[in-house]
């Protein structure tokens, strides 16, 4: 079945920084590309998402880039906030299955 | 998007015993999604429920310690059976409403005591 890992595991960056995590995944079918942020006690949220037919999509400060071929996307967030401090999920759905692997999460800390 | 309506949000149950778990969907949705997620770890699959056939369930979990019903398109519960303290974490039911689009419940924190 589908394998996603997500690195790092905590992230610590300044206000106004530049935020990077990265995700692979194990099945060359997965399609689909999500990431969400959780924040505590919450139900996690969708911040954007990219599917295999696309390179790159941004919204605003936040972007996603896929990489089929290495089989790796990756979440930048831009000029940092405290409110984006949360933990990060990639996911991705198998191109089979609808279902959604997730990555093991990053907790980002955004400090003044 | 759809709208989950999930309960219990949080119990406290004795070891030994069990709980369903209610997730109510405001749309007609064909794959229902049921997820663990254990204190500070990342969502795990359970199974996922179709309307009108068995749950398929992942590999480490298994229908007599999480029976699942899906009597219609808008309506699936999880019991968490014979409970036992690893068993606390927060239960999320979720749904794929289309065009990739997925939406989970506010979740059920369980504590077994």
């Known amino acids: 079945g589908e394998n996603v890992e997500q690195h790092p595991s905590t992230l610590s960056v300044q206000e106004g920084d530049s935020a990077v995590i990265k995700c692979t995944y194990s099945?060359?079918?997965?399609?689909?590309f999500p990431w969400y942020k959780q924040e505590l006690g919450k139900r996690p949220q969708l911040i954007i998402d990219i599917r295999s037919n696309v390179g790159e999509k941004k919204d605003q400060r936040i972007a996603v880039t896929l990489n089929k071929t290495a089989k790796h996307f990756s979440l930048h967030i831009t000029e940092t906030q405290p409110e984006d401090s949360a933990v990060y999920f990639c996911?991705?759905?198998?191109?089979?299955?609808?279902?959604?692997?997730f990555g093991t999460g990053t907790r980002l800390q955004v400090t003044l | 998007s759809a709208v989950i309506s999930q309960k219990p949000s949080r119990d406290i149950c004795q070891r030994g015993t069990s709980l369903t778990i209610q997730c109510q969907v405001d749309s007609q949705v064909t794959m229902m999604f049921w997820y663990r997620q254990q204190p500070g770890q990342s969502l795990t699959l359970i199974a996922t429920?179709?309307?009108?056939?068995?749950?398929?369930?992942e590999s480490g979990f298994v229908i007599d310690k999480f029976p699942i019903s899906r009597p219609n398109l808008t309506f699936s519960t999880l019991t968490v059976s014979n409970m036992s303290p690893e068993d606390s974490s927060i239960y999320l039911c979720s749904v794929e409403t289309g065009d990739y689009g997925y939406t989970f419940g506010s979740g059920t924190r369980l504590t077994v005591v």
């Open positions: 429920a179709n309307q009108g056939s068995e749950a398929t369930y």
């Open positions: 099945d060359s079918a997965s399609n689909y």
């Open positions: 996911a991705a759905r198998g191109g089979t299955a609808s279902k959604l692997t």
